[in-house]
Structures are given as structure tokens and as C-alpha cells.
């Protein structure tokens, strides 16, 4: 006799279920639309939305923002950006002061100094090719230094109301995380939500996702328990949750 054959046969043991592979309803982005309206509203909106929501919604006001922001919480771009822009709220006014107060006034958020000379160079710009008056075109936008294709999309459909999806890091967590997207880059979520996005949610999902990822599906043990989403979501890449 083998030794194979005198040990006993076990069935190879099974895989631990991942959180999100129990049975789920298909994924209803009309549903899950309104809940996430309803469960973002305790929270503070996304900070150009924010800005917008407090006056300063001309595209100029709304890229500036979004510079700010760039690698910066909220929480520190949102007050830049309006000690920023109630000095200087169009690009003559920008241009009106130097690198250096530029700096001072936004001192608090990441790489304030070389954002301090972009914001004064897209104002310069703005005054010499455009009399001030910023076109809501996307290619224009994106021939600007410092303006990538988050920026120029988002502050368009903040300001000029044109539909762009914008996928910042939360956007691009969360809907990966749903299992409606497969994407390994912010650039390759967005491609992928704009052939499956009905074009009336374009603008609206980063003033959703943004308070939605950073106080529910957080980066790291999000509350799942009590996500209203819970049903539909595949929960994809969840070890650990709430």
C-alpha cells in the first residue's frame, strides 16, 4: 500500500467569503442616487461645491479652487480658497498681487508655493487671451499649466454646468468598491463611468461621493453595517468594516 493511499481524503478546504460575495441586488444607480442624497446631507458638501454654494461659482473662481485642492483635504482648501478669493476674485484682481501674497493667503495647503505661481500665471493668461473672461472649454482649459483632466472637468460642471465626470480619490474607491467599475486608475474609472453613467449624474456624483467616501465607505473600515447601499454593494476589496 502507498502511503497515498492510506491517508484519508478531505476536500480541499474553501476559500473565506469575501464581505461583499453573499447574494446582491443589481446595482440601481437611480436608487442609488437618491440614497446617497439622503445620506450625505449631515455632512459638509465638497469643497467647490461648497464655494460655489457661498458665491464664488465663475469658472476663474472654481479652477482656482480646484488648484488648491490638488493633494489637500478639504478642510484646509476650502478656507484657502476663500481667503484667496475675497481678495482677488477675478484674474485682474489676481494679477493685482504677487507670487508672495498669492503664497501667503494659501499658505496652509500643500505645495502652496509652486500653486501660488500656476494661480498667478492662469490669471495672467486670463487677462492677455481672454480679456478675463475664462472660456468653458475643456481642451482650452487643459492647455493651462497646472490644469489637469479632474480640475478642468469638475470646475465646468460646477460653473459652466457641463457634464463631466470628475474622479478624485474617493470617487474612484467607492465606485470600485460598488463592482460597477473595474479600474486601476482615477483616469480609467472615469472612461469607464461615462459609458455607463446616465449624463443628468455626471456632475452630481463628486458632490455625493466626495462627503460620502471620507465619512462612510472611508478608505479603511468603512461602515457597512449601516450603508444604505449595503444591498447592491459587491463590497469589492473589504476586509475589515464597520
Same mark, same amino acid.
Given at each position: 500500500m502507498t502511503p497515498a493511499a492510506g491517508r484519508a481524503k478531505h476536500p480541499p478546504p474553501k476559500p473565506a467569503a469575501s464581505p461583499g460575495s453573499s447574494k446582491k441586488?443589481?446595482?440601481?444607480?437611480d436608487r442609488a442616487i437618491r440614497l446617497l442624497r439622503e445620506a450625505v446631507e449631515p455632512f459638509p458638501p465638497a469643497a467647490m461645491f461648497a464655494l460655489k454654494d457661498q458665491g464664488y461659482g465663475t469658472l476663474f473662481q472654481q479652477?482656482? %479652487?480646484c488648484i488648491?485642492?490638488?493633494r489637500t483635504r478639504d478642510e484646509v482648501?476650502?478656507?484657502?480658497?476663500?481667503?484667496?478669493l475675497k481678495v482677488a476674485p477675478t484674474p485682474e484682481r489676481m494679477l493685482a498681487l504677487s507670487a508672495d501674497a498669492i503664497d501667503k493667503l494659501i499658505h496652509n495647503a500643500t505645495f502652496h508655493e509652486p500653486k501660488a505661481r500656476t494661480l498667478r500665471a492662469i490669471a495672467q493668461r486670463a487677462v492677455d487671451e481672454f480679456s478675463g473672461d475664462l472660456p468653458c472649454d475643456r481642451d482650452t482649459l487643459l492647455t493651462f499649466a497646472g490644469v489637469g483632466p479632474k480640475c478642468a472637468g469638475l470646475a465646468l460642471g460646477i460653473a459652466c454646468n457641463q457634464p463631466h465626470i470628475s474622479v478624485d480619490v474617493h470617487v474612484h474607491r467607492v465606485?470600485?468598491?460598488w463592482?460597477?467599475?473595474? %479600474?486601476?486608475t482615477p483616469e480609467k474609472t472615469m472612461d469607464a463611468l461615462m459609458a455607463i453613467l446616465p449624463k443628468k449624474?455626471?456632475?452630481?456624483?463628486?458632490?455625493?461621493?466626495?462627503?460620502?467616501?471620507k465619512h462612510i465607505c472611508t478608505g479603511i473600515a468603512p461602515t457597512c453595517s449601516t450603508c444604505p447601499l449595503l444591498s447592491m454593494?459587491?463590497?469589492?476589496g473589504v476586509s475589515e468594516h464597520r
Open positions: 441586488r443589481p446595482f440601481d444607480i479652477l482656482v %479652487a488648491i485642492s490638488i482648501s476650502l478656507p484657502a480658497a476663500l481667503a484667496l465606485v470600485n468598491r463592482g460597477i467599475v473595474a %479600474a486601476k449624474y455626471w456632475i452630481e456624483l463628486n458632490r455625493l461621493l466626495v462627503p460620502f467616501g454593494c459587491q463590497q469589492v
